[in-house]
């Protein structure tokens, strides 16, 4: 019973929801795990995610399905992918929709997967970006940050700032990337990502507001956390441990990184977004950190507009399956209307 526990502690708290795509890939991915444990014993099991061994070799145990970039016949939205950094493997992959008139907003998205799975170029993301470019009207960029444990934290925090840094540099006039520079309009600049991916988008913002992004002042008009993975000062051994994991234990679990409600209101008042869209899902178990999250930027007296989007009875990231259903129709409804300034 008690690794059973376990499982299910990690599974809710950290990040990911099932998908019935992957199921039957899943089980030929945990059979091959069970026979390498006997030959090469493990180091840290991070089920269902991924397990490490004391050889080195780290064995994913889902999100390792790759689509290629393309136009999307229903959408008729077109991506590519773009090298950013040759010395890491950084890559973004651009997503561009059709038939659009004038400059367009630029969405910076950052994928979950508790920073140890998963990329810019699975699947569910792919059509996840091809229809919410679509319906939002806006450039996305979806970022392919490097992995824990190969690339503990702060990895993916300094490649998603390279890659925010490269996205400013190729949107101005005459810039290297066409959909960027001709097509991007850098006065309406989103990040926004999904469970780590959230977190990652709210590291970033905090950091531009302090740091700032060039010389020539970009700012991030507004920041979208899916279903952010963020936690507290009190939470389970076994989500300490995967924290510590993820981060090679650098940092605690009072750390802004992973604990934003620890911050001075001083420091919530520099986040470098003038908007916020919070969204969470009724049955995910971070939930209570992510409304904590919306309450101490409020109380802070940060200056920009929060908005909180609840959805009753959906666990964590519902919203990336399933996507013509209505309750994740609505919640991209919502996210389009953020962008967009409707709401």
Known sequence: MASRALFALLLVSLCWSVRGGEAAGRAEEEVSALRSRARDPVKFDFSP????????????????????????????????????????????????????????PVLVYFHGGAFVVESAFDPVYHNYLNVLAAKAGVIAVSVNYRLAPEHPLPAAYDDSWTALKWIVANARLGGDDPW?????????????????????????????????????????????????YFLGRYVSPAAQRAWGFICAGRYGMEHPYVNPMALPAAAWRGLGSARLLMTVSGLDQLGPFQRAYVDALRGSGWPGQAQLYVTPGEGHCYFLNNLSSPKVAMHMATLAAFINGTT
């Not at 080195?56 to 077109?78: E, F, H, I, K, N």
């Not at 999904?194 to 507004?222: C, E, F, K, P, Y």
């Open 180 to 228: 960027l520079s001709k097509r991007g309009n850098m006065s309406r600049l989103f990040v926004a990502g999904d469970s780590a991916g959230g977190n990652i988008a709210h590291n970033l913002a905090m950091r531009v507001g302090h740091q700032g992004l060039d010389a020539g002042g970009t700012r991030i008009h507004g920041m979208a956390l899916l279903d952010p």
């Open 49 to 104: 995610f991924l397990i490490q061994y004391k050889s080195g070799r780290v064995q994913r145990l889902m999100g390792t399905r790759v689509v290629a970039a393309s136009v999307d016949a229903p959408t008729g939205v077109a991506s590519r992918d773009v090298v950013v950094d040759h010395g890491t493997g950084l890559a973004v992959r651009l997503y561009r929709p059709s038939h659009r008139g004038g400059r367009l």
